[in-house]
């Protein structure tokens, strides 16, 4: 954690995000993702669970973690949006 801010602290000071801040939005929404749809995985169908009856903590928050982590890749930009900016600054590509 610490170093993710860091590195946000350093992209701050140097003018600007550099295509670094795209790949690293884009990473950690991956892993969020895996992560999260895993943990649904391995619950099984008590991992489906929104909330009520037959549902702990456990099943519920891994239920919303993986539907947050879907929308991870949408804040900031789009997935896509955002390897489109890393392309273009890793090749130097004006922007349009």
């Known amino acids: 954690y610490n170093r ?8 701050a000071s140097n003018g600007g995000p550099s295509n ?5 939005k ?5 892993i969020a993702q895996d992560r999260s749809e895993l943990l649904v995985e391995l619950l099984g ?21 993986f539907l947050h982590a879907r929308a991870f890749s949408i804040y900031g ?15 130097g590509l004006p922007d349009s």
């Open 4 to 11: 993710m801010l860091r590195h946000f602290a350093e992209e």
């Open 20 to 24: 670094r801040v795209s790949v690293s």
């Open 26 to 30: 884009n990473l950690w929404s991956s």
């Open 45 to 65: 169908y008590d991992g489906l669970g929104w909330g009520g009856e037959g549902y702990g903590n456990v099943e519920t928050e891994a239920m919303r973690a």
């Open 77 to 91: 930009g789009s997935y896509e949006v955002q390897a489109n900016i890393t392309a273009k600054r890793s090749l």
